[in-house]
């Protein structure tokens, strides 16, 4: 039974996402929403606290489930099979598909991992274009931003770099429970008794972000800083805010010295551009290969 501060406490949470979905325009009303469904921790709690705000009638969206089954780890059937009984059990729509990943990385000579992400979207974008629907829903949390921050430090990215993973992307990619961190999922999760299925490959540190995740992360909150999830969330926050404005100048830049635009070709006033910043310089020269 459940008692009256696990009610709070999926209160507080559910209020929290709405936030987050309106703070950042991520579901329109009448919106269809693909979401990526693994069975895991993430996907389930954002799959679970969308019905419920989709039911309370706080959000006016369709909700529909799309998993991948990678065929890697003995296990997948049984993931795939949890999230086809979850969605049956709550009468969402659901599409499942198994896909060959490692022949897939092996065909085009990439990485597992990467293998598993192209298939993944590849997926995600043909139910978005069956069923109708305008937004892909992917489960990154505060943690998967903090980790891809570190990342992108450890590659030597500049300020674009520092902005992680953002909430929504092509106006088309939304990430709902970017706000949340993962030990509070993992709470949620066993406050309602949804027992998501755990991928144990998550704890091996073959891939660099697993590194990151179970060895870098936990070093610098116990020597360093403790919260270094929120510190480096404000420090994407503020990256963001930086690179947006830096976009609004170069876009005003590039119409400024623009001389002519064809087809493939882009003739810019030499002299002006010149007269440019250096970062608005370096801004001009990608915003003309977009």
């Given amino acids: 039974m459940k008692s009256r501060k696990d009610f709070e406490i999926n209160n507080v949470i559910l209020e929290r996402i709405l936030k987050f979905i309106n703070e950042y325009q991520l579901i329109k009303s009448g919106d269809r929403i693909v979401l990526g469904v693994s069975g895991g921790p993430d996907s389930i709690f954002m799959l679970d606290t969308l019905r419920k705000l989709k039911e309370n009638k706080k959000l006016n969206c369709e909700l529909i489930v799309a998993h991948v089954n990678h065929m890697i780890r003995e296990e997948a059937i049984d993931d795939e099979q949890y999230v086809v009984d979850y969605c049956k059990k709550n009468n969402i729509e659901c599409y499942a598909k198994r896909i060959d990943v490692q022949k897939y990385a092996n065909n085009n000579k990439v990485g597992t991992e990467e293998a598993g992400r192209i298939l993944r979207y590849q997926f995600f974008d043909e139910i978005l274009k069956n069923t109708n629907s305008q937004k892909i829903a992917i489960a990154h949390n505060k943690n998967d931003k903090a980790e891809t921050i570190i990342m992108n430090l450890l590659r030597g990215s500049g300020l674009t770099g520092l902005k992680g993973i953002e909430p929504i992307r092509n106006n088309k990619y939304i990430r709902p429970i ?36 179970n060895i870098v992360i936990p070093y610098i909150k116990k020597e360093f800083n403790p919260n270094i999830i929120q510190t480096l969330s404000r420090l994407s926050d503020l990256a963001a805010d930086e690179s947006n404005y830096i976009e609004l100048q170069t876009q005003k830049a590039f119409e400024k010295i623009l001389i002519a635009k064809e087809k493939e070709q882009i003739t810019l006033n030499l002299k002006e551009f010149n007269k440019q910043d250096k970062v608005i310089k370096n801004r001009l020269i990608l915003y003309t290969t977009k």
Wanted: glycine letters at 2%.
């Fill in 178 to 213: 970017l706000g949340m961190k993962r030990n509070e999922i993992e709470e949620y999760c066993e406050y309602n008794s949804l027992n998501p299925r755990i991928d144990k490959t998550n704890f091996e540190n073959e891939y660099t972000r697993n590194k990151i995740r």
